[in-house]
């Protein structure tokens, strides 16, 4: 689990195509004649016009305040759609969204809080080019995966508390990556739930002292097993575990996923994941099976540029290919480094090996990022 | 090293002064200010009139390629890439994406559509941290070493016919103790700039480019430029506090480039016509033990004084090196063209300092890249000569580099076309 940030997403968030902020330069010159005026001061978030019709809008920000301001398009529910950061006082920033027709609230946050004055704006019409149906059949597969991994991860993770419970510490050790597999390959999405992730992938490193009598979690579990040689009096920890994984997967069912979103920049973040957390070897500290985390972000990844695969062949044939190469290589090494149906420690991964494992991933990571604004378009 | 293959020029000595303007006529790879190469509202736009110097952006077109001849900035970035792919398109279809990167960056313009204004929910196609920086004569150079035609006895790209002759491997130098993860690299790109950010940038952003067809090797920053190829500014010092490349090859010395940098056709490799070749060395100083040296044995060291940089037996700097003056060890008589068959080669190396190692002294030195027609005739032939240089007690060669730098891009045209 890295720190992110956490969006609300209690409640249906049904947005999915609208998410598409698009591009100032490209296709839309003269677009800052249409531009919707948005006066921000301290207290204030006036727009020029409040009736709009459904598309790609552009709106102009003023921040005529004394502070940095941000400017944020939340859908009904109250989560952000999109925001613009950093406006800085006596400045313009212009900034374009893709809107289907909905109510939403804009809102100027002086000092960048998340809070702020508000208005509220309706769209109506539809959006030329949104809601290709194979997005949303993407999306709705994507889900069905995202359950199935977590539905995988909860049985076997059942079987890990069971040996952590039991005090049988050499099962244990051996159930613990094969409990963490399904929980990896939909992190994206499942660490949306910013109370459960810490509670249940903290690693102890990320934790500032005072939060450290609160630990839990796998990683709580997997010190005690490989560092400490006992799980007694750990019971408690994994207990919550399970029920917490268990929230985890009631949650995801009231979720929509979004294309865009939870799928191309989900898959993106997995591979973040990799580059910064088990290429280093830092998310499994003192079991080393970074690698079995590894191979489940990308099967996660792999699992989303399936889906959107034909979409993205007939969009940008060059990123597909890309794409295609990208994922091979990364098997292809991870491969390499396969013992017994699992992978070797990967304190017995030399500094060479690394360096060849780190250039793949970024060799996927850098096209992976594209993903979105492919989807998007 | 530089610290002088000080190939001090003999004869006539080339100190007519020149006003910049004249100069820049005179080496085709001269400067132009901003506003005048149409640079127009990009980054240039936010110097300050008056302080044309920074914001001046080097021309990336022409029949050589910038950042060889071209006046020594202040900061370095150099960096050495492994081609991953063995897919010879996607290698080409790179060269084009960073050579339209190139372009764009030496003009002081941001990569693709920018840092800001594209869709929200992709990344920017430039990193951003150049924005409001004027273009700071940024140089990209590209070289091509040994593994891009051969490696592990493979030939990758169809290219090993295509290897010049004078891209040796280089050969072991006494007292070499080289680091293969500081050394070798299929690509090399030199970033110069006179500002460490605009460097910086530039590297990021063709590595960013490159992910997934090549992968950065190792890099160097330098920080402060230890040779000039413009003979009427002030020869700068290097980290041993002397002056360095007194009589470099001027960058407006047409004769002596075309005799000493540039190659031509009838060197052997067509596609070379134009280019140069590029030895890059990371030179340790033992900077500590130096520190600790009476001054005489400095300059005995060096064969100059150390306030003036006079040669020995001279009053001023740039008076001409009499051998016979200098130790037999001395540094510049060992690297002077004299004592090297008339060898000369383009200096324009960089010091260094990567903080400090592990035992509290400085890891510092030189990091020296020098230009040359023919690196056999060159830098081999210099190198070889040093293995007597007293200054081998205060200096070892951590890593090496050797490149092949194609001809300048013509507009429409990209890095190494000729050869691919």
């Not at chain 2, 960096?79 to 063995?86: L, M, N, P, S």
């Not at chain 2, 490349?245 to 016509?273: C, F, P, Q, R, Y």
Request: charged residues 25%; contains cysteine; glycine residues 12%.
């Amino acid at each position: 689990m890295r720190a992110a940030p956490i969006l609300a997403l209690t409640g249906v968030a049904a947005v999915s195509m609208s998410l598409l902020t698009a591009c100032g330069g490209d296709d839309d010159g003269g677009a800052k004649a249409d531009a919707i005026a948005v006066t921000a001061t301290d207290k204030s978030c006036e727009v020029a016009k409040t009736d709009l019709t459904a598309g790609k809008l552009t709106f102009e920000i003023s921040n005529k305040g004394s502070k940095v301001n941000e400017f944020e398009v939340l859908r009904p529910d109250g989560s952000i759609l999109a925001e613009r950061e950093n406006i800085g006082p006596s400045t313009k920033a212009e900034f374009v969204v893709k809107l289907d027709a909905g109510s939403y609230t804009l809102l100027c946050s002086a000092g960048q809080t998340g809070k702020g004055p508000s208005t509220t704006v309706t769209v109506t019409g539809q959006a030329a080019g949104a809601g290709d149906p194979r997005l949303a059949k993407a999306a709705a597969e994507y889900k069905t995966y995202v359950l199935a991994q977590i539905n995988d991860g909860y049985t076997r993770t059942e079987a890990f508390v069971a040996a952590v419970k039991a005090g049988d510490v050499a099962k244990a050790k051996e159930l613990y990556a094969p409990s963490r597999i399904g929980w990896e390959s939909v992190e994206s999405v499942a660490e949306k739930f910013g109370d459960l992730d810490p509670r249940m992938d903290a690693r102890e490193a990320d934790l500032k002292p005072e939060e450290r009598k609160n630990w839990s979690g796998w990683h709580l579990l997997e010190k005690a097993l490989w560092k400490d040689g006992s799980v007694k009096g750990k019971e408690k920890y994994a207990d919550q575990l399970l029920k917490d994984l268990g929230e985890v997967r009631t949650r995801l069912n009231t979720l929509t996923l979004d294309p865009v979103n939870d799928m191309a920049a989900g898959a993106k973040g997995l591979l973040d994941e990799v580059a910064t957390g088990k290429v280093t070897g830092e998310e499994e500290t003192y079991s080393h099976t970074d690698l079995v985390d590894f191979k489940a972000n990308v099967d996660g990844a792999k699992k989303v540029y399936d889906l959107l695969e034909p979409i993205v062949k007939e969009r940008d044939a060059a990123l597909a290919s890309d794409l295609d190469t990208g994922f091979k290589n990364v098997y292809t090494l991870l491969a390499e480094h396969e013992k017994d149906g699992s992978y070797v420690s990967y304190d017995k991964v030399g500094e060479a090996d690394r360096k060849k494992l780190s250039d793949a991933v970024n060799a996927l990571g850098e096209p992976l990022s594209k993903l979105a604004k492919v989807v998007a378009q | 090293m530089t610290a002088g293959t000080a190939s001090d020029e003999p004869g006539p000595r080339r100190r007519a002064r020149m006003s910049r303007r004249s100069m820049l006529g005179l080496s085709g790879t001269g400067l132009v200010a901003g506003a005048a190469a149409g640079v127009g509202l990009d980054r240039a736009a936010f110097a300050r009139e008056g302080e044309p110097k920074a914001a001046e952006a080097v021309p990336f077109h022409g029949a050589h390629q910038a950042g060889i001849a071209t006046p020594v900035q202040d900061r370095l970035h150099f960096a050495a890439f492994d081609v991953t792919t063995g897919d010879r398109a996607r290698l080409v279809r790179m060269l084009k994406e960073w050579t339209a990167a190139a372009e764009a960056m030496t003009a002081g313009r941001p990569v693709g559509d920018g840092a800001a204004g594209g869709l929200s929910v992709a990344p920017p196609d430039d990193t951003g941290e150049a924005v409001g920086l004027p273009a700071s004569r940024l140089t990209l150079t590209i070289g091509f070493g040994p593994g891009l035609f051969e490696k592990d006895g493979k030939d990758r790209f169809g290219l090993r016919s295509s290897r010049p002759a004078a891209l040796v491997d280089l050969p072991h130098f006494p007292g070499d103790a080289l680091d293969p993860a500081r050394s070798g690299g299929d690509i090399a790109v030199q970033a110069c700039a006179d500002d460490p950010q605009v460097a910086v940038h530039a590297i990021r952003n063709l590595a960013r480019i490159g992910f997934g067809t090549v992968a950065i090797r190792w890099s160097q920053l330098g920080f402060g430029k230890t040779s000039s190829t413009t003979p009427d500014a002030q020869t700068p010092r290097n980290l041993f506090g002397f002056k360095d490349g007194t009589e470099n090859i001027a960058g407006t010395d047409a004769k002596a480039l075309a005799a000493h940098v540039w190659a031509s056709a009838a060197d052997g490799a067509g596609w070379m016509a134009g280019g140069s070749y590029l030895v890059a060395r990371r030179i340790r100083m033992h900077i500590e033990p130096w520190d600790r040296t009476s001054l005489g044995e400095q300059e005995d060291v060096i064969g100059r004084d150390k306030a003036e940089g006079a040669p020995a037996g001279a009053a001023r700097e740039h008076d001409p090196v009499v051998l016979a003056r200098l130790k037999p060890d001395a540094h510049v008589r060992l690297a002077h063209p004299d004592s090297n068959g008339g060898a000369r080669i383009l200096r324009r190396g960089y010091s260094f300092t990567d903080g400090t190692d592990g035992l509290g002294r400085l890891e510092a030195g030189l990091f020296f890249l020098a230009y040359q027609r023919d690196p056999r005739t060159g830098f081999i032939r210099v190198q070889n000569n040093l293995a007597t240089d007293a200054m081998n007690e205060y200096i070892q060669h951590v890593g090496s580099g050797i490149y092949a730098c194609p001809p300048g891009v013509r507009k429409g045209g990209y890095w190494g076309q000729g050869l691919f």
